[in-house]
């Protein structure tokens, strides 16, 4: 390497914080270069707490010649973004060509600059170089591996703007960049605060020239506990959802030329994050989504066509109606606006799970309900899904139960008592949990069954409850003269329901029977558009009661 002051050929921008751990190695893997040109490290610390700057001030004091460092007091990401960081170190870069290392990541190979610098030299034609790296899990058991693989670069040693907008196959300290700004005053092109910045950087040189890969691994990227992408891509996408999105759009706007193809070519991505936004009840993200100019016309999109299956995953454009869904309502139900199933987006068309048995799974995930270890469970009307579900939790008991067990012969639910609601045959405080979903619209005397449910509770024990209702009526509404299949279905809804409960009194009898109401509401849980798209019936809160 020449130590000189001469003006360099290639400078060298390492970014680090709180690396106190990887930075000499870093430092040490770029002073090892052998070069027969001169080049210069520039070094940012974005006001590092853990003692970085000191190593570093000890590599300038002996290094003057080669490094100019910045040493921030106020950390420049939380306070300007990433944007603003490289700008104002841009602006100090004076090589004709530009390398990149983070200072967690290190240089393997002592002729990893001079190999690049020789193959642009002689390749006037690439404004990009890079070759693969060696990928290390620090503190993990995941393998070691290269990046990127043959696949990943599309089997091409030559690329072009058009792969790269695809995908990013390019590794932060493996790149070299014929400097757009190499005897130019550095214009700042970077105008937004987005994330991954370092696939910008490669997209705007790309438009310059061609992408080429030497095939010859000469650095190592670290992946740690504290690194930026450390994680899955739904944990990344939840932290730095905004930054991902600003990288897209102004990919779109300042670099993409086919941008109906750019679109399309994203299109998966952006779903796929939406999918993300709506699997974890991410509200911002969603209302951003949906309101941006140019997200919503994808997401809008996909909307129409895309229905998902909460239990079973599965996608598809509509859930299956029951009985013909709410067109074949009578007029008093729907005057009384009962909640209760979504009978227009009813079925799995896949798995055939119910939307209460949906709904039933997304709340006990969201709110963590599951059964712990040695719960008895008494579940009435066993549904399918569920059975499986709390079957493979390996509960202390389990017994499912119904007034007509042997409708479950041919379910693949085996061993379902015979009992009656109303007179249940378990010693008092013998439950930790009671589910009864959708079965109290059946009963002859609710109070009874109220009674009886509290009775085999165990106290601070708890019951599930739903039942279809009306928040319009004030008492329960049964009338001793309807009768007939065609009254019950009329003003009922199903012929084997004895009654429409209502809200107000339905919660009275709950507190009446002993029970210390703990209501869910759907609305504080999840938004609108979770239940568009899984199936469920948002005005159906969970009727959670603990027993006091």
Not at 118 to 132: A, G, I, Q, R
Not at 162 to 177: A, C, E, G, W
Not at 226 to 240: A, D, H, P, R, S
Not at 482 to 510: A, M
Request: hydrophobic share 35%.
């Amino acid at each position: 390497m020449l130590r000189t002051n001469a003006s360099p050929l290639l400078s060298v921008f390492v970014l680090t914080y709180n690396h106190i751990n990887f930075i000499r190695e870093c430092l040490d893997g770029i002073l090892m270069q052998k070069t027969n040109f001169p080049l210069e490290i520039i070094i940012h610390d974005d006001a590092s707490t853990d003692g970085t700057q000191e190593i570093i001030k000890e590599y300038e004091q002996k290094h003057p010649d080669l490094i100019k460092a910045i040493y921030q007091k106020e950390n420049q990401y939380s306070k300007k973004g990433i944007g603003h960081i490289f700008n104002s170190n841009f602006e100090l870069v004076r090589g004709k060509y530009l390398a990149l290392c983070e200072s967690d990541d290190y240089f393997t190979d002592e002729n990893k600059l001079q190999i690049q610098v020789d193959f642009m030299e002689s390749n006037k034609d690439c404004s990009v170089s890079f070759h693969p790296v060696k990928v290390v899990w620090e503190n993990s058991e995941h393998p070691n591996s290269i990046f990127p693989t043959p696949e990943w670069r599309f089997n091409k040693t030559t690329l072009k703007l058009n792969d790269l907008l695809q995908q990013n196959f390019i590794q932060t300290n493996s790149v070299i960049y014929r400097w757009a700004f190499y005897a130019k005053k550095y214009e700042p092109f970077l105008l937004a605060d987005f994330l991954p910045i370092d696939w910008y950087f490669h997209l705007y040189h790309a438009q310059l020239g061609k992408i080429c890969f030497i095939d010859k691994c000469m650095s190592v990227y670290r992946k740690h506990e504290n690194g930026i992408w450390n994680g899955g891509v739904e944990k990344i996408w939840l932290k730095y959802w905004d930054k991902h999105l600003a990288f897209f759009e102004e990919v779109y706007k300042n670099i993409a030329i086919d941008k109906k193809k750019y679109l399309k070519t994203i299109n998966p991505l952006i779903w796929g994050a939406y999918n993300i936004f709506i699997d974890n009840y991410f509200k911002q993200g969603i209302d951003f989504m949906e309101n941006h100019p140019l997200w919503s016309k994808l997401v809008s999109s996909k909307q129409k066509n895309t229905k998902q299956c909460y239990i079973c995953r599965k996608t598809f454009s509509d859930f299956n109606k029951y009985n013909g869904g709410t067109a074949t309502q009578s007029s008093f139900w729907k005057e009384l606006d009962i909640v209760g199933s979504d009978v227009d987006n009813f079925g799995c068309p896949y798995c055939h799970c119910h939307d209460r048995e949906r709904h039933f799974f997304a709340y006990f995930d969201k709110l963590n309900l599951w059964l712990k270890e040695n719960s008895k469970i008494l579940h009435f009307a066993p549904e399918n899904h569920l059975y499986k579900k709390i079957n493979s939790l390996k509960p202390l008991e389990y017994i499912k139960a119904d007034w007509e067990p042997e409708l479950y012969e041919n379910r693949g639910i085996k061993d379902v008592k015979k009992i009656n609601l109303m007179e249940i045959t378990f010693d008092d405080n013998y439950f930790d949990i009671v589910i009864c979903n959708h079965i109290l619209e059946h009963v002859p005397n609710l109070q009874k069954c109220l009674s009886e449910i509290h009775r085999v509770l165990k106290k601070d024990g708890f019951a599930i409850l739903q039942t279809p209702f009306s928040k319009l009526l004030h008492n329960h509404f049964e009338d001793s003269g309807i009768i007939t299949s065609e009254q019950k279905n009329f003003f009922y809804g199903q012929s084997d329901h004895v009654r429409v409960v209502s809200e107000k009194q339905f919660f009275k009898d709950l507190e009446s029977a002993g029970f210390k109401l703990d209501i869910i509401k759907h609305k504080d849980l999840f938004d609108y558009n979770f239940a568009k798209i899984y199936g469920i019936n948002p005005k159906e809160d969970l009727i959670k009661v603990i027993k006091i």
